[in-house]
């Protein structure tokens, strides 16, 4: 299965289509936080930005941890999320490796399911859905 | 069906409190120019100076801020230290997500802090720390310094800030709005600076519902606005090279203002063309959030400080407006030098148009004998660019006493030192466009003193027979639509794809549909409530004068004809006086 990579960060210029499409068409919410990609400036707006997002462990600790099933491993990466199993524990926050759940103030968590919806909304082709490298093995970040 | 009223975060700055209060209403206010008007009415002290504590700092989205894409703006209003009246201000950046997401539709400061203060604004949150130890900062390090002092929420929030300039109560004094964006004219950096405000965050840290009833719909919506901005080729001149295209053009058609209006056109200001700027400095773009065209033009500024071979780079946002002001009105017609007192004005925090146009003012002054070398302290000539990046320090921080007058405005140095003939002010220093007659009339008299209040320098630059109230009657018409697009808020670029009847797709999407059948006649109310705090606050607009360089002025179309201009004028002040008459059930 696709993966969501944010492989052309350099490129960004912080407009947030992304995130709000996320937000809009994934999350039901208007929001630029509420969404599995999230962008910030790596410290001010001269320095760029980053995305946010899940890189799709295999295992992922997301997953491990979540006591409930909610979260469930996704074959090729991530997490399947079923959002009635959750119990807003925030667990699977606080196991993310690279702070890419976000917890709305109900503790309800935010993750990217890799469904690329955001990518026709950046305007300068940052993002892109594709296979993780064959070379990458289980385990690996993918994006070497 | 939704609240109709706005959600208004009051801050009264000198007891630290916050104060949130439900006003007004979205189908009769919109939001933006009219929200800001309409707060003023009821904040605002008319008769008292606009350094008076009490008098409130505003900052207003619309009902589609955020919404929908370029949907991108807040509006400022206040009482301006350059004319002491009424003002407004557009920025983008982050601020308008970000204070979307505040869930307020205004911020208002009230009252004075006691000592230097940074206001931090979020969902959940109203805090004042001191920042004594930020006063006297330039607008960069503030930024940089604010980042520290309120950790976390990085990329969602904004930091609005001032530099010297705002301290030292300069009439044209800016408000940095992440770094790269500004509520650029007529002095609200002072307003900030008097209620000792060194910043203010907005931290965007709330999640909302979908707005309107239907998310599918939405979704839907966005989407086809989406593809309209990015896609056709309404909007590539802005993703493109930017407003800076608009250089080569107005120098082809000699409207380009040159050396202080002494040239409108120079072969060499290739040197700083869109094209120049484009080919040899650009580094990469940004976007105010939620606009997919990023139209903000960043350029790399490599200054050499050692013999050795050693360099600091900077990043600097150019425009046309600043090409102009900083480069053409000063005779620097060298990208890079350009580049230079771009920065200088962004550390100052002092609005570039008025400071490239007061320093050409300067210099024609200086040159002429009417200012001393002990008053100016630096050789001022057209193209000296050491000499410019010193005195713009010197503005910024009021150094002596010509700079302090200076920093009052061109004309109000103009009176005492000589030269009001050749200050190149319509009501505040002139904006990049010397097309002709419309526009030196628009600019003189029109709501702003801006060039993005009318599209009056488009209509000199095609044919048009002289006819002063067909002229005016544009001029107004043209306004209204503004005052509709500025309520929303939008962006200024969007007005080509946001049709009326896109508009009302949209309003009636977010469930106001009585605002999108009568928006026509809500921008109506709203362009004649901001003339209404404007005349109240003491304009007399026959007072605003054309000065005699503009009359010099020699475009594609000829020379001025000055009775013509002043027939402009005359139908354009009376046209002001009928939309800002008071309304009828007020007299009777």
Known sequence: ?144 | MPDPSFRVCIIHLDRAKGEIVAFGDKNTHIGGSGLAAALFEKYGLPDEPWSHPDQPLIFALGCLTGYFPLMSKVVAGFKSPYHDQYAESHAGGRLPLAMRFTGYDAIVLRGRAPGPVAVHVGSRIIETKDANYLWGANALTTGRVIRRVFPGASGHRSILRIGPAGETLSAYACINVDTFRHFGRLGSGSVMGVKNVKALVVSGDGNMDLPGSSTKKYAKLFRKVYKDMTATEMMSKYHDLGTPVNVAPLNALKSLPIRNLLQTTDPEAQGISGERFGNDLLIRNAACAGCPVGCIHVGMLRERFQDEHRFQIRQVAYDYELIFALGAMVGIMDASNALALMDEVEKQGLDAMSTGVALAWATEAYQKGMLSKEQVEYDLAFGNVQAYKEAIWCLGHAKNEFYRDLARGTLHAARKYGGEDFACVLGQEMAGYATGETFFASQSLSFRHSHLDTGAYGYDQKKHDKNPDKVVAYLVKDERERVLLTSLVSCLFARGVYTKELLAECLACVDLPDLAKNMDAAAEEMQRLRWRMRLATGYVPEKTKVPKRFLEVETWAGKMDPAYLDAVRAAYIKAIYELGAARKNETE
């Open chain 1, 1 to 144: 299965m696709k993966i969501l990579r944010a492989t052309r960060m350099d490129r960004c210029i912080g407009c947030y289509s992304c995130s709000l499409a996320c937000a809009r068409q994934v999350h039901k919410k208007f929001s630029w936080l509420a969404a599995g990609i999230r962008i910030r400036s790596s410290g001010g707006i001269t320095t760029g930005f980053e995305a946010q997002l899940c890189l799709a462990c295999d295992p992922a600790p997301c997953a491990a941890t979540c006591p409930t099933g909610a979260y469930s491993q996704r074959k090729g990466g991530g997490v399947i999320v079923k959002t009635k199993l959750c119990i807003r524990c925030g667990q699977c926050a606080a196991a993310c490796p690279v702070d890419a759940i976000y917890l709305d103030e109900t503790n309800r968590p935010h993750v990217c399911i890799h469904c690329g919806q955001c990518v026709e909304f950046c305007p300068h082709d940052c993002l892109e859905l594709r296979e993780k490298p064959k070379h990458v093995h289980q385990g690996g970040a993918g994006d070497a």
